[in-house]
Each structure stands twice: as C-alpha cells, then as structure tokens.
C-alpha cells in the first residue's frame, strides 16, 4: 500500500521551471510510528486527518514546496487541567534536493523521483504545537489551596501569612506629588 504522502515528481524536475498544486488529506501516523505523549502534554493523535494544500515549483537541482499544512491537536490548559482541543495551521516553505550538500541538513531528499510530505507535514505540526495551552483567554485557573476550577466556582482561600514577611505588611508610601500615603 503506497503512502498518500509520496507525490511523483519525475515531471517536475524534468521541466524546469515548473509548478504543480498538491492537495490532499491522510491519517497523520498511520504507521503509528511516533510513540505517544503523557497525558499533560500537547499531542497529536495518530488517526488525526491532517491536510496538505501546497504549490510545488522545480527549479535547477530540486524543488520548493510552499503551502499550508493544518492539523488537529489535543492537550491539558495549563491552568486548569481541562482537556483542550486546537488545530495547528501552519505555513511551510521547504526544498527537497538530490543530495544534501555540507551545511544543507535542513533540506528533505528527492527518492527515486519522489517525494515524501509526510516528513516535512509531521516536522511542521510538531513544532507548531504549543507547549503549554490554554483552554481560554481569561483561565482563572484552579485554587493553590483548595483546588477548586475558579472558572466554575469561587473560595474564600486566602494565602497564609508567613511571619517573615509580616513586617511589611503595615508598610506605607508617600506620593511626592499629591502627599497621598498609600499602603501596599
């Protein structure tokens, strides 16, 4: 069974320049080659539909793939533990070579007249996913004492007061301009 991500190229790369408009969608890991995230990190899941909307141009020695590439994720909020779904939308321009020259490592290899977006589509994804999302803007979060989600609810939990630090309470500042006395 061949991959939906290998496209042939041989046509391309035999008139240069060239352009071609590749548009498709496939299983993100179909192999289930990448090993699965914790559950409180962000991941993609590996029967994600991922899509692929890219112009490829030939030019001499390889060709250039620019385009989108978008991909469901799923995470934890960082400051409530709810599970967050998002979708990574992310705008590539990569070039796919023969051969890698010294220097060159960040280019992706032309095979047997083929070339393989499955690379370039998971490399994208992966570094667009955010580390540390949010399940909206205004999270409030959960209590440090009490552990209740303030989005939901609200506590009376105060700080305790640490003795240390007691002194400063009853500290006051003097506005110089209006001779106003403020506390902090």
Known sequence: MSSPY????????????????VAFEALFDEPHEFIQRGPAETDVFPEATVRLQLRLESFNGGLRARGQVEAPWHGVCRRCSTPV???????????????R???????????????DLAPLAHDAIFLDLPLAPLCR???KGLCPFCGID??????????PIDSRWATLDGLRFTDL???ESEEV
Do not use: K, M, W
């Open 6 to 21: 290998l496209v042939p190229v041989a046509r391309l790369l035999r008139d240069v320049p060239s352009r071609a408009e």
């Open 85 to 99: 779904l998002g979708v990574s939308s992310v705008s590539v321009d990569e070039r796919f070579v023969h051969d």
């Open 101 to 115: 020259l010294t220097g060159d490592e960040e280019t992706y290899l032309i095979e047997d007249d083929f070339i």
């Open 137 to 139: 803007e205004d999270c």
């Open 150 to 159: 303030r989005n939901e609810a609200s506590c009376d939990c105060q700080a």
């Open 177 to 179: 301009e209006t001779g």
